[in-house]
C-alpha cells in the first residue's frame, strides 16, 4: 500500500477533512466532513479515487456538517463512528444540544471499535478510542499517521468545557494512546496544521 494522505479545511470553522488514499489502488477514505463538502468533492474527483467509506472521529457539527451533501453524491459509502456516538448519525440526535444537525437516512452504518481494524477496500485503520473531548472521540492510525480527530492538536488539546466532555479522561486518553507511538508518528488533527507524536512530547504545554 502507498499511503497518501491530504487534507481540506472550512472557511468558518477551520476544520480539517482529510482524503487518505492507498495509491496503488485508488481506494480512498474520507475522514470527518467539513462545513464545505464541495472542497472535499472536488479533492476527490481530481485526484481520481474511489471512496470505499467515511469515517468520523467524532460527531461535533463542524465534523459532520458536510456529511448530508457527501452522501447525496455516494449514497451507498458507509459511514463510520463511535457506539458513542452513533445515535448523531443514526437518529439526528446532536451531540451538543446547541447544535441541531438533520441528517438523511445513513445505507450503512458501521461501529469504529476500540483496538479493532477498520477496513475499507484496501485500507486499514487501528481504532484507538480516545474520549473525553466526546464520549466517541476516536482517533484512527494509518501506516506511521494519527488521525486524531478534536483530541490532540498541535501545540494544544480539545476543549472539555462541553456537559458531555471530560478533561481528565481527555488527557488520560492522550497519555495512554496517544504519546505511546514514536516521535516521527504523524499527528493530522481535526484543527489547525499538522505535527508529530515527538513535537507534541516536547512542546505541548498540555502534556
Ligand atoms: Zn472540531
Redesign the pocket.
Known amino acids: 500500500m502507498k499511503l497518501r494522505v491530504e487534507g481540506t479545511a472550512d472557511g468558518r ?1 477551520g ?1 480539517n477533512s482529510y482524503l487518505v488514499e492507498d495509491e496503488d489502488t485508488r481506494d480512498a477514505v474520507v475522514v470527518d466532513a467539513h462545513l464545505e463538502p464541495e472542497l472535499i468533492l472536488e479533492q476527490v474527483a481530481q485526484r481520481g479515487v474511489t471512496v470505499r467509506a467515511i469515517v468520523l472521529t467524532h460527531t ?1 457539527v ?2 459532520i456538517g458536510g456529511l448530508p451533501r457527501i452522501l447525496q453524491e455516494w449514497p451507498d459509502v458507509p459511514v463510520a463512528v463511535h457506539d458513542a456516538e452513533r445515535e448523531v448519525v443514526a437518529e439526528g440526535k446532536p451531540l451538543r444540544s446547541n447544535f441541531p444537525v438533520e441528517f438523511p437516512p445513513v445505507a450503512r452504518l458501521d461501529s469504529l471499535v476500540e483496538g479493532e481494524t477498520y477496513r475499507a477496500g484496501s485500507l486499514e485503520f487501528e481504532v484507538l478510542h480516545t474520549p473525553g473531548h466526546s464520549p466517541g472521540g476516536v482517533t484512527l492510525r494509518i501506516g506511521n499517521v494519527l488521525l486524531t480527530g ?1 483530541a490532540l492538536f498541535a501545540g494544544s488539546i480539545g476543549r472539555s468545557d462541553f456537559h458531555n466532555s471530560d478533561g481528565a479522561l481527555l488527557l488520560e486518553s492522550i497519555r495512554l494512546k496517544l504519546m505511546t507511538h514514536p516521535d516521527e508518528f504523524l499527528v493530522l488533527a ?2 489547525g496544521p499538522a505535527s508529530t507524536i515527538g513535537q507534541e512530547r516536547r512542546y505541548n504545554p498540555f502534556l
Open positions: 470553522f476544520t461535533d463542524d465534523h478534536d481535526g484543527h
